[in-house]
């Protein structure tokens, strides 16, 4: 085994992205042997200044990369987040300290940049909140017994003066992006999507590492026809031995931009002949969908995890570009092992704007910048995490007096996984 300081920790040349991916497909336990059509795929988007490889002599033994991203904070505004993905360390160099060296090289580099938080979506739970990220956002899964839901098996299209169409993946490229750009723009915790997201979604760029089946996809137009969602889903045709159809839809993507295209896009997939089972895809944990069948029971919960990760990299501009429906101050001590940007702050918020200062005021509340992570999206509860031993309170009542300014009514979700 080769000493700890011996593995070099840097930013890849561009002939190394061969030996990259195959240590990436190492790390995920994919057939290792990397494709031309692979090298020729990733080399159209890795920045390899962004991409890290620990090196062992000429093998590579460990993968990181981040790209910039927009995420949506509460109320809105997007900020700068350094997404980080493809993390993995071989299995032969697994608990050397190498994605603790990775991890601090590249979150060094953000903060240089001037981003405002990381984020990730963990692998598994205990890895990262280490390095101080918090879980910010949920994702649940249900599957729909779509007999007992107790819709009207007859219902054929939205009876609000809207339509359902059957549209093909060119018109997905078409309107998706604009439709998605809407909905990003008002959902905290939601992230930009490329070109390529719609191309791979569409099938236009199919990937030798992963399998695509055409889905079918549908848009809501809402009365004056104007498309208000989206919703692409794939079927199993499956019967069973008495002759009865039992087959299951499986949502891939579905945005909605109003309640009322919601309700019908649900609605239609619940209608579909053949389909009895509805896997809804991965959706906000508050999601409409149990509520909007007649009975609720007939959505079970399949997943329910954490989902976006979130690292504050400076403090003053995260906690200022979101909104506060409540009006307060809050000090805060910030405890940073990694010195990116603890310390303690002041917030004073209203619905009219927010600032945040350094402050020398004694504290609310102490916590690590992972439990700020969690709460900046409004979704966590600084009372829970008190009660969890999480977060200290400094003063009776603080937990409670941060969660009236930091929650919010909808919880926060990131559709998408990168
Ligand atoms: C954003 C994404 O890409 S998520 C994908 C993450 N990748 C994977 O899950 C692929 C399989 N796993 C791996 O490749 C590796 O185990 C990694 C990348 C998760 C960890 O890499 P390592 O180099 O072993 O981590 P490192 O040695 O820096 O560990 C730092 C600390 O985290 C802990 N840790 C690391 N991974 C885990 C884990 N999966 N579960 C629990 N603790 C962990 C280590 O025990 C160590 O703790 P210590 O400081 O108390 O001793």
Not at 75 to 103: E, F, P, Q, W, Y
Not at 230 to 254: E, I
């Amino acid at each position: 085994m080769s000493p700890r300081n011996a593995i070099d920790v840097r930013p890849i040349a561009e002939d190394e992205i061969p030996e990259w991916i195959r240590a990436l497909n190492t790390g995920f336990l994919r057939p290792p042997s990397v494709k031309e059509s692979e090298v020729a795929d990733r080399s159209t988007y890795l920045v390899p200044a962004r991409t890290l490889g620990a090196f062992d002599g000429g093998r590579c033994v460990g993968t990181f990369r981040s790209f910039p991203q927009q995420l949506t904070a509460v109320g809105g505004t997007a900020v700068a987040a350094d997404a980080i993905s493809n993390v993995t360390v071989t299995s032969t160099h697994r608990r050397r300290g190498i994605l603790t060296r990775m991890m601090a090289q590249d979150l060094a580099a953000a903060k240089e940049r001037g981003d405002t938080v990381a984020t990730l979506i963990a692998a598994e739970y205990p890895i990262y909140g280490r390095y101080g990220f918090g879980a910010a956002t949920a994702a649940a899964e249900w599957t729909i017994d779509v007999p007992r839901a107790g819709l009207d098996r007859r219902w054929a299209g939205p009876d609000d003066g809207g339509r359902i169409d059957l549209v093909d993946g060119d018109d997905v490229r078409r309107t998706g992006p604009e439709l998605h750009e809407r909905l990003r723009r008002t959902l905290p915790g939601a992230i930009d999507r490329d070109e390529r997201w719609w191309q791979v979604r569409t099938g236009v760029l199919t990937l030798d590492r992963s399998s695509w089946t055409e889905p079918f996809y549908a848009v809501y137009r809402d009365a004056r026809g104007e498309v208000e969602g989206l919703l692409a889903y794939t079927v199993d045709d499956q019967w069973g031995d008495a002759k009865q159809p039992n087959d299951t839809a499986r949502v891939k993507d579905m945005i909605a931009l109003t309640p009322a295209a919601e309700r019908a896009l649900w609605r239609y997939v619940c209608s579909v002949d053949w389909v009895t089972k509805v896997r809804t895809g991965w959706r906000a944990p508050d999601d409409l969908v149990p509520h909007l069948l007649p009975d609720p029971r007939a959505a079970r919960i399949t997943t329910q995890a954490d989902w976006l990760w979130v690292r504050v990299l400076d403090v003053v501009a995260a906690l200022e570009a979101r909104t506060y429906t409540g009006t307060g101050s809050l000090v805060l001590e910030l405890v940073d092992p990694a010195g990116l940007c603890g310390g303690r702050y002041r917030l004073d918020a209203s619905p009219q704007g927010a600032t945040c200062t350094p402050t020398t005021e004694s504290a609310a509340l102490t916590m690590d910048m992972g439990e700020l992570g969690s709460l900046w999206l409004g979704d966590e509860s600084a009372v829970r995490l008190a009660a969890l031993g999480r977060v200290r309170e400094e003063r009776a009542g603080a937990g409670s007096a941060a969660d009236a300014l930091l929650r919010t009514s909808r919880r926060p979700w990131c559709p998408d996984i990168f």
